[in-house]
């Protein structure tokens, strides 16, 4: 049976851990906020590009852009890169290791092509490094001060390599943030651009020609009621070509938001479950402490009787 002097020792040291995991909750939950604030302030210049990019695909040629090319990634020498973003720190709860498990996943079941990685964040690179997987791009320590540059600077050498043709297809995993006790792990393709294209040109009304003079809904779909004149400087082809790199940079930049709320989100919840446990952890050990202490003084009582009557 442990001392008394032993379980007030273990109890100090768990409540100076509940006093840890719950300031780390609070700071989690501020940048949580910050964290929501900046997505929810970057849907607008994502809805406004959607809708450019998707009204002059309508005018121009959008097949003949390379980052358009759709080139079949189930081919037996396909390369192709994924792009797996996970958090710099721990005690997270399954954050990482969700990310991790479905970037796994993905390469076993492309078990017939050549998979290379793109690594953001420090828990993905020393998981991968130590499994002497092909990596092609790491980028650490970036969710501190998070900015457009950063996505900018992972998306430029993804995109040099897919028109060089290195390699065929990208694909990107990330913690997506459903709320505050949810993330969703999403695996999609970044490129070719999925969006723009076969899709976008499926959505042009039969009988109307691609050069057509046709609005576009919020939504990016074609609204056949209107059919305005815009006039472009330099010209659609031009503009067309300028925007579609940027819209691949904010894809990147979009899910490394997502990746920086999820984690905050997924951190509060677990400091919170270990704050919680820490009290229930010391309301335990309070318990036993004091059946120690009563058990103590029960046993010196029966001394203390026994010793008189043996007088």
């Known amino acids: 049976m442990p001392s008394l002097i032993d379980i007030r020792r273990r109890i100090r040291a768990v409540r100076s851990t509940q006093q840890i995991t ?14 929501h604030d900046r997505i929810i302030a970057a849907r607008p210049f994502s809805k406004s590009m959607v809708r450019v990019l998707s009204s002059l695909a309508g005018r121009v040629d959008a ?14 020498n396909a390369h192709i890169l994924l792009l797996v973003i996970t958090a710099d720190k721990g005690l997270a709860g ?6 991790i498990r ?24 020393d998981f991968f490094q ?10 650490t320590n970036l969710f501190a001060r998070l900015d457009f540059n950063d996505a900018k600077s992972i998306a430029k050498p993804i995109i040099e390599d897919f028109v060089s043709g290195e390699i065929d297809a990208v694909y990107i995993v990330y913690n997506e943030f459903k709320s505050m006790i949810s993330q969703k792990v999403v695996t999609e393709r970044l490129l070719p651009v999925p ?3 076969e899709d976008l040109a499926a959505q042009v009304p039969p009988g109307v020609s691609r050069g057509s003079n046709l609005d576009y809904d919020h939504d990016g779909s074609i609204d056949e009621g209107s059919q305005i004149d815009y006039l472009y400087e330099p010209d659609a082809q031009s503009i067309f070509e300028a925007l579609l790199p940027q819209y691949v940079q904010y894809e990147v930049f979009h899910a490394l938001l997502e990746s920086a709320a999820a984690e905050h989100a997924a951190r509060m919840t677990a400091m919170d479950a270990a704050t919680n446990n820490a009290v229930e952890i010391v309301d335990s050990l309070t318990l036993y402490m004091n059946k120690v202490r009563q058990a103590a003084i029960t046993r010196e009582i029966i001394e203390v009787v026994s010793g008189a009557e043996s007088l």
């Open 94 to 99: 399954g954050f990482n290791a969700n990310v």
């Open 22 to 35: 719950k300031a780390m909750k609070m700071i989690a939950a501020s940048r949580l906020r910050k964290a």
């Open 102 to 125: 479905a970037a796994a996943q993905f390469i076993v079941e492309r078990h017939g092509q050549r998979v290379s990685l793109g690594l953001v964040g420090r828990k993905g690179r």
């Open 130 to 139: 130590r499994r002497s997987y092909p990596v092609r791009l790491e980028r």
């Open 195 to 197: 969006r723009l294209g």
């Open 63 to 76: 097949a003949t852009h390379p980052l358009l090319a759709a080139r079949d990634d189930r081919a037996p």
